[in-house]
């Protein structure tokens, strides 16, 4: 069903949320960004559909409202482990997003839901949680989800375009259309908005194969990259962490196991007991980070992991371009069948 929200009733809209849900959506943090006179756009907890940044692209994305970063799992002392008591939030999330990463959500939920056991603490906030899809009427820089088939999706609760001073919409949850109609939306036909071109396109070569590991291409990176992580914690399909321990006394009997956000691109990701440690080397972090994205899992689950929405290369500090990756996989194909 679709609607037209003006000012007054976009207000009472969101009025009318606030009782049963938190809103989180991209949020302007003057001065914030990377360079020390940029902004930043992220994701926050929102009063006013004015705080809602509809005409540029988050630099995060919407991972963190329903991953959090550090998370204990246990607490311990000496002769005892007890888990926290986990509540999840005492409202639900609603949660503003573009159509890319609403398909990052569910490469998300392939990996911590489908991906064997279900994660117990994903789920409770991913169930805690609904979405509304903002529209992009054109292409941001970096982007390809064209090329990824992500540019579009159906799996949200509520879509929303702004026009001028107006909000279109479409809703496809019964509770957010009873609030619609309180709050004076007047019924419209809306076809939500997508985009269906980029200025950055991506091939991924049919014939690709785990055999392009040994291509020299990923030695370029052994020197460009500085292994700081930025693309991954960017990257709303990324799912790796770490554990921690942290002890609250000094014999280290007494604490809590954290689980926090952690890179295949850092140093130490990969130590192992013994000392050991695989993919020493930046340009192998690249190369599992690549074949994770284009190939591995689509293997497994059926699509691709990656969702082009361009973030990596937006916030990496050697210019470092994933889609260029992505497009030098056909040459090393060649590269590699021709050594045969």
């Known amino acids: 069903m679709g609607f037209i929200l003006d000012k007054i009733s976009a207000d009472k809209f969101l009025s009318g949320l606030k009782d049963e849900y938190y809103i989180f959506a991209p949020k302007r943090f003057e001065l914030g960004g990377i360079y020390s006179d940029t902004d930043a756009i992220r994701y926050s ?28 799992i246990f607490y311990f002392t000496e002769d005892q482990i007890k888990e926290p008591n986990f509540t999840c939030r005492q409202k639900k999330a609603l949660i503003f997003l573009r159509n890319c990463d609403l398909h990052g959500l569910k490469r998300l939920d392939d990996m911590y839901l489908n991906n064997g056991p279900e994660d117990y603490y994903y789920k409770k906030l991913r169930d805690a949680a609904e979405f509304v899809v903002m529209g992009c009427e054109n292409s941001f820089e970096n982007c390809f989800c064209v090329s990824m088939g992500t540019n579009q999706s159906d799996a949200y609760d509520l879509s929303i375009d702004k026009q001028e001073d107006k909000y279109l919409i479409t809703c496809k949850n019964s509770k957010l259309n009873n609030i619609l109609l309180k709050a004076g939306a007047s019924s419209s036909d809306v076809v939500p908005k997508f985009v269906t071109s980029n200025n950055i396109q991506v091939n991924i070569p049919d014939n690709l194969s785990n055999d392009v590991a040994t291509s020299k291409i990923w030695d370029e990176y052994d020197v460009r990259c500085i292994a700081c992580g930025r693309c991954n914690f960017v990257c709303p399909t990324c799912t790796c962490f770490t554990m921690q321990d942290i002890f609250y006394t000094e014999n280290g009997k007494v604490g809590e196991r954290r689980r926090v956000w952690a890179s295949c691109m850092i140093d130490g990701f990969t130590d192992m007991a013994g000392g050991h440690s695989y993919r020493v080397k930046k340009g192998q972090r ?3 980070k690549v074949l994770h994205k284009v190939l591995n899992h ?14 990596c290369d937006d916030i990496c500090p050697e210019y470092i371009s994933f889609s260029n990756s992505i497009n030098k996989l056909e040459n090393a194909m060649k590269e590699v069948t021709s050594n045969e």
Do not use: A, P, W
């Open 45 to 72: 907890e929102i009063n006013s559909f004015d705080e809602i940044v509809f005409d540029e692209k988050s630099q995060y994305s919407f991972k963190e409202t329903i991953l959090q970063i550090s998370q204990t």
């Open 286 to 288: 690249m190369r599992y």
């Open 298 to 311: 689509k293997k497994r689950h059926g699509e691709q992991m990656c969702v082009g929405c361009g973030r």
